[in-house]
Every structure is written in structure tokens, then in C-alpha cells.
């Protein structure tokens, strides 16, 4: 076994590990920190695969950017020491089904799918092209994505605070 397998799997328990601490933990911040782990494992297993954008786009956007945000609104919103309520045995025998029908279906597609083997290497792009695809609207463009995606992430935040503020009692 090579260095490069050895570091794989130590990024691929890192993240099935703290995935599911993510999901089961009952304190919100904790939950929060975890999935901080998570992006940042991700992260790595994006330098490994030499996408070393993707990898810092990872690293800024969801791990300081997206983790950060979710801190401060619990943080904002007074919630810190919030435990979350526990779950019912029904409730946790009917996620376990989903979680294995939406595994069993996950890994059906994967070994069916034929990945064809790369032949050619392609070029790396230049700056200028990603910059521009970065931009653009059209075809092949990201700018319209990253916008809703950021509405999309403002309404959530709203949301939230909208919803832990309704606790207190209004008469």
C-alpha cells in the first residue's frame, strides 16, 4: 500500500467518521464543528486529485466561508448550549432505511455506470479561460449558479434566525 492510498482512506474515514457525527450529534455547535472536518477532509482529497481550484474554493467558500456563517448565526441567536431533542426509535429505524435504500441506489448507479478510461491528457486551461467561464452567463458559464446558490444561502440564513427567534414568548 502506497503513501497516497494510506492518506486516501485516512481522508475517507475522516469524513464517513465525521459525517455521521454531524447527523447524530445532539449539540448544535458541535454539529457545526464537524462539519467543519468534513469540508476540510474533502478538501484534501481534492489536492490529492491534483484540483487544487477546486480544492481552494472548497477551503474558502464552504469551510471558512459557509462553517463560519452557521458559527455566528448560533452564536447571534443565543442557541449555544441548544440540545437538540432526541429521536424516536420509529423516526431512527425509518432514516435507517432511507440511509441504506439511498446507498444501495448510490453504489447500484457507480458499478453500473462504464467510465471510460482518459486516453488523452487535456491541457490546462489558462487563467484568462477559467476567469472568463467564471463570468460568463452562457454556455458553459458559472456566474448565474454562484448567484442563486448566494440567494439561496441568504434566505437560509434569514430563515434560521427568523426561526430561532420565534422561541420567546410574545404577549
Known sequence: MT???IIFYLFSAIIVLFSILTVTSRRILRAAIFLLFVLVSTAGLYFMLNYQFLAAVQLTLYAGGIVVLIIFSILLTSHIS???ESVSLKKQLFSAIAV?????LSIMVVVSFGFDKLIEVTDNPSMSAIGSDLLNYGKNGYALPFEVISILLLA???ASI?????DKKTN
Open 3 to 5: 503513501i497516497s492510498e
Open 162 to 166: 427568523v426561526i430561532a427567534k420565534k
Open 82 to 84: 441548544q440540545k437538540f
Open 100 to 104: 441504506a435504500a439511498g446507498a444501495f
Open 156 to 158: 437560509a440564513m434569514f
